[in-house]
């Protein structure tokens, strides 16, 4: 046999067994879509009508809670309880140098904008000298000055102005 035989055979063999293995796909996907369409009619509808699959769905999707106003029955028998009137706690008031660590010593810790910082008793000392009054207004109320910008309770306006009055008098040292 001469090597164009041997290459020609190699060829056909190739040939034949790329649609032997064609073949072998596509009857394997066929019965891969005959298999869903089948049990999609019928093992699906018996999982979906199955109690134990139902009773899991429904417990999968219940509300974790409901809203129970003063008045309104409780629903499914539980038990609700409402504080009828309850305050709400009340947060601590904050010393002047618990204010003045958590607000006031970004600006005043640094001298950051012309800030006098603490204990710097020659820059407190023409503040001061405008009255414990101007300070304490200054601070609760803003203060545009040469030095730079205050902002009105050093940008913490959830604080109180008893806060901001006790936080001045920290930092300024009257």
């Not at 164009?4 to 009857?27: C, H, P, R, W, Y």
């Not at 699959?53 to 809203?67: C, H, M, Q, S, W």
């Not at 803003?142 to 940008?155: C, E, H, L, R």
């Amino acid at each position: 046999m001469s090597t164009t035989d041997e290459s020609s055979q190699d060829q056909k063999f190739f040939n034949l067994f790329m649609i032997v293995i064609g073949a072998l796909i596509s009857v394997t996907v066929v019965l891969i879509f005959v298999a869903r369409a089948i049990a999609a009619d019928t093992q699906l509808a018996w999982v979906k009508e199955d109690p134990a699959y139902t009773l899991a769905i429904d417990e999968r999707i219940k509300p974790v809670g409901f809203v129970a106003l003063p008045g309104d029955e409780p629903a499914g028998g539980a038990v609700a309880v409402v504080a009828a009137d309850a305050a709400a706690p009340v947060a601590a008031k904050l010393s002047g140098e618990q204010v003045y660590n958590t607000a006031c010593f970004a600006c005043h810790g640094a001298g950051v904008g012309g800030a006098p910082k603490l204990g710097d008793a020659a820059a407190w000392a023409p503040r001061r000298g405008q009255g414990t009054a101007t300070l304490n207004k200054h601070a609760i109320e803003g203060f545009q000055g040469k030095a730079g910008y205050m902002p009105p309770k050093g940008g913490r306006v959830d604080l109180s102005d008893d806060e901001i009055i006790a936080a001045v008098a920290f930092i300024s040292g009257s």
